[in-house]
């Protein structure tokens, strides 16, 4: 069988063409990084929880009206999804402070914010993902203003369909971070929501003890990755609630 084309590889995900123009496969690996890459490790089973919980994520989304690149999931590891061209952001969105917000204002992790606050990073990891203000954004040609406005109220539906589902398990959204893309019907351009919604890019606390159910387990050496992302995907339903490997869970449809 011939060999697929690699389109892209990235830290948590390699990109293949799709079997059909404006399609690729989107293969989600073990690997986790943080701090750019200077911390990395293989987390086993990481790829297959991911895939599944962006799956259900982005079919939700799909199904409220909010556009996704998410087509269908095809196997443990791979979803196929639309090609888009990647706007170079990643959209932040924080309903609590956390992270690099708390620190660069001496908030304490947790604090409230008076309305979820969205900022912008240039991806660019040889720059690290610096903060960028609109001002940049717009000046440098990365998205126009309507496009900013267009991918704020993209942001902002992703939030409060996110906020609920986790609340309704017992879990506090207190930011993420996505990413957008743009396609093309004939003349007429969209913005979507590309890449991944997964513990990876979301900062995810059980309400009622605060423990982290995401990747700063990681970041922060709090424990095994994977239990943390078993235990997201075990109260929404997306995997079974017995205990086997996390390795082989069985699927559910
Ligand atoms: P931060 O507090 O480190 O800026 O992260 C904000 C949110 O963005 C958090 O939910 C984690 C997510 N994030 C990513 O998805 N990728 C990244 O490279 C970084 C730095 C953060």
């Known amino acids: 069988?011939?060999?697929?084309?690699?389109?892209?590889?990235g830290k948590a995900k390699t990109l293949y063409e799709g079997p059909e123009p404006g399609t690729l496969v989107q293969y989600f690996k073990d690997d986790a990084t943080a701090f750019n890459a200077e911390k990395r490790d293989v987390i086993e089973g990481k790829g297959v929880l991911n895939n599944r919980l962006s799956e259900y994520f982005m079919t939700g989304l799909n199904n409220i009206g909010v556009p996704t690149h998410f087509i269908r999931r095809l196997n443990m590891r791979e979803q196929l999804i639309r090609a888009v061209e990647i706007?170079?952001?990643?959209?932040i969105v924080r309903n609590f402070a956390?992270?690099?917000?708390?620190?660069?204002?001496?908030?304490?992790?947790?604090?409230?914010?008076?309305?979820?606050?969205?900022?912008?990073?240039?991806?660019n990891?040889?720059?690290?993902?610096?903060?960028?203000?609109?001002?940049?954004?717009?000046?440098?040609?990365?998205?126009?203003?309507?496009?900013l406005d267009d991918i704020v109220a993209l942001a902002l539906r992703v939030n409060d369909f996110m906020s609920g589902l986790m609340l309704g398990v017992g879990i506090r959204l207190v930011d993420f971070k996505i990413e957008v893309g743009r396609v093309y019907d004939g003349d007429f351009m969209r913005l979507i929501v590309a890449d991944e919604i997964s513990p990876d890019s979301c900062r995810l606390w059980d309400i009622e003890t605060g423990r982290k159910l995401d990747k700063d387990v990681f970041r922060r050496d709090l424990g095994d990755l994977a239990d943390a992302y078993t235990e997201v995907a075990r109260r929404l339903g997306v995997l079974p609630t017995n205990n086997g490997p996390v390795t082989k869970p069985t699927l559910i449809n």
């Open 98 to 123: 956390a992270g690099s917000m708390a620190k660069r204002l001496g908030l304490e992790e947790g604090t409230q914010l008076p309305r979820p606050i969205i900022e912008f990073s240039y991806k």
């Open 125 to 147: 990891d040889d720059l690290g993902d610096p903060l960028v203000p609109e001002e940049y954004i717009i000046a440098f040609g990365w998205a126009s203003q309507q496009d």
């Open 1 to 9: 069988m011939a060999r697929r084309k690699k389109v892209y590889e």
């Open 87 to 91: 706007i170079p952001l990643e959209v």
